[in-house]
């Protein structure tokens, strides 16, 4: 932490030690507490992005080579639930906690002592996740969606130790989701109508009442899974007068709210900075406004459209169908307003800003393919193919991921007073960009194929695709590595950041000094 947070720790007697261990255990300093979810988060991505290297190394070429395949179904379900519960939740969550306070003009989190807890229940909740490879039957195996039966009737007995890790992660995102609602709702400055809130603070907003509602839903159904497992019910036991499918009902009303929990808060990261870089204000604050709202909407009606193959009514795949579509477009606005943003406008492309173009152009792709997988009859193509692999990952890889890389970029000299190299930031962008689409576009070929997922053995026929597949896997993997050094070594020794940039003379005519300081503030001036 650098000199200027250190003081302001100090001042700020009443959020606990400023020094020591306790200062980390005990803090209720929102910026303490943002860093230990962004530092938990960024250790859980590497540990989810081993595993999903592991897949990866397997699927390099046809046959059995590293992994037998229960080992290899046991990495599909840890690698998907820690990737979206593991690292790109509290990602957002760390980013929520340093930034809403200081958005808002308020002093801390509303309740910062449970803000404190709710962070430290997910290393409890991980450790017992991740103890579940070591127990006898191994790690779950029935993919990060767990379906029932295969996470029932027929579920290794670490299911349990699952069970509870889901119910720790879900308190923690309630009691989080709490603390961002109570804050925005009561500790706004004087004047800041909800209407002059920053988009990341509308975007959270949104974001937690979502959480609110769906979280509840996934302790439900894995409180059923408890009692089909150990207490004879049959929820889910169609012997016993049950539904499986019932699960898939369930678990999908929680999930795809989930989706755009994750998606949400990028979107909020992405509008604070384009602005910045095109030196013009956000175009359609307003429309942002309805669109993430209305998003937040109508993701409550089109859980379906991933059951489409399961048997439901016509009505029902007719209903789940043209939902699906319609909440294309509230997402098309949004993209139209950034592109929008953007246009004739004074550009240039320092990390977080190509970070973010990124996002909108590859999330854009992904949603094209989510609006391919809506169409009831095509689905019944696709389903359970690389190709619903390749639509997700296009949706979550730039769309979350590079969403939280934009926000470190853009705010991490604000953060802890010292400036990143732009050159390596870069760098880092452009590795991950082609890794990751060298990594994810194959998967579309090899789906429309017919090449089924959470398989270790594949035809040959899919050799090639699955081979470049893997090497931009590892690309994309590896250079992470690199995003760790540019973080740790800004923090420690970086050049101090100025804003310097502030203050030439036309706002049209900038000059970019290096290492150059522009986020040190979150609004661009008002161009000439």
């Known amino acids: 932490m650098s000199a200027v947070v250190e003081s302001e720790l100090k001042e700020d007697n009443h959020h606990g030690p400023a020094t020591g261990i306790g200062r980390w255990l005990f803090t209720t300093n929102h910026k303490d507490i943002g860093s230990m979810y962004l530092w938990f988060s960024f250790a859980m991505f590497l540990v989810g992005g081993c595993m999903a290297l592991t897949i990866r190394a397997e699927l390099f070429q046809p046959g059995l080579q590293i992994i037998d395949p229960g080992f290899f179904n046991q990495m599909t379900t840890m690698h998907g639930l820690i990737m979206v519960f593991g690292a790109v939740m509290p990602a957002f969550v760390g980013l929520a906690n340093w930034l809403i306070p200081m958005m808002i003009g308020a002093p801390d989190m509303a309740l910062p002592r449970m803000n404190n807890w709710s962070f430290w229940i997910l290393p409890f909740a991980f450790t017992m996740l991740l103890s579940t490879l070591f127990m006898e039957g191994g790690a779950p195996n029935f993919g990060w969606t767990f379906y029932a039966p295969l996470s029932t009737t027929y579920a290794p007995p670490s299911v349990t130790y699952f069970i509870f890790g889901v119910h720790m992660m879900g308190i923690s995102s309630i009691m989080g989701a709490i603390n961002v609602i109570a804050t925005i709702l009561n500790m706004r400055a004087p004047g800041m109508s909800y209407m002059k809130m920053p988009l990341f603070v509308w975007t959270w907003l949104i974001t ?3 959480l609110i509602a769906v979280m509840p839903v996934l302790a439900g159904v894995v409180t059923m899974m408890l009692m089909d497992i150990h ?26 709210p989930e989706v755009y929990i994750m998606i949400l808060p990028a979107f909020g990261v992405v509008s604070q900075i384009i602005p910045t870089f095109s030196r013009k204000k956000l175009f359609g604050y307003h429309s942002m406004v309805w669109a993430t709202s209305s998003i937040a909407l109508l993701s409550f009606l089109v859980w379906a459209h991933h059951m489409f193959t399961v048997g439901i009514p016509l009505f029902g795949e007719l209903f789940f169908m043209y939902a699906t579509m319609l909440i294309a477009v509230p997402t098309g606005v949004k993209v139209f307003n950034w592109v929008a943003t953007m246009f004739k406008g004074s ?15 590859l999330f854009s792709i992904g949603g094209f393919s989510g609006l391919m997988l809506a169409i009831a009859p095509s689905d019944f193509q696709y389903h359970d193919t690389y190709f619903v692999v390749a639509h997700f990952h296009y949706v979550l890889v730039p769309g ?41 576009f194959p998967m579309h070929f090899l789906g429309l194929a017919g090449m089924p997922r959470r398989i270790p053995d594949y035809a040959l026929q899919f050799a090639d695709f699955n081979w470049i597949s893997s090497v931009g896997a590892f690309m994309f993997g ?13 923090i420690r020794s970086g050049s101090k950041a100025t804003a310097a940039v502030w203050e030439s003379a036309e706002g049209l005519e900038w000059t970019i000094p290096s290492p150059a300081p522009y986020h040190t503030f979150t609004t661009p001036p008002e161009v000439k």
Not at 232 to 252: C, E, I, K, Y
Not at 354 to 361: E, K, N
């Open 208 to 210: 937690a009442f979502l």
């Open 231 to 256: 207490f004879g019910t049959s929820f889910f036991n169609a012997a016993g007068g049950g539904d499986p499918v019932l699960f898939q009902h369930v678990f999908w009303f929680f999930g795809h």
């Open 347 to 361: 550009i240039s492309f320092e990390t977080p800003m190509l970070f973010s173009i990124a996002f909108v152009i």
């Open 400 to 440: 979350a991921i590079f969403g939280i890389f934009a926000a470190v970029y853009y705010w991490l000299p604000k953060w802890c007073g010292n400036m990143y190299s732009e050159t390596l930031g870069k760098t880092h962008f452009w590795l991950s960009f082609v890794g990751m689409n060298l990594a994810f």
């Open 478 to 490: 590896f250079t992470q590595l690199l995003f760790l050094y540019i973080v740790i070594s800004t």
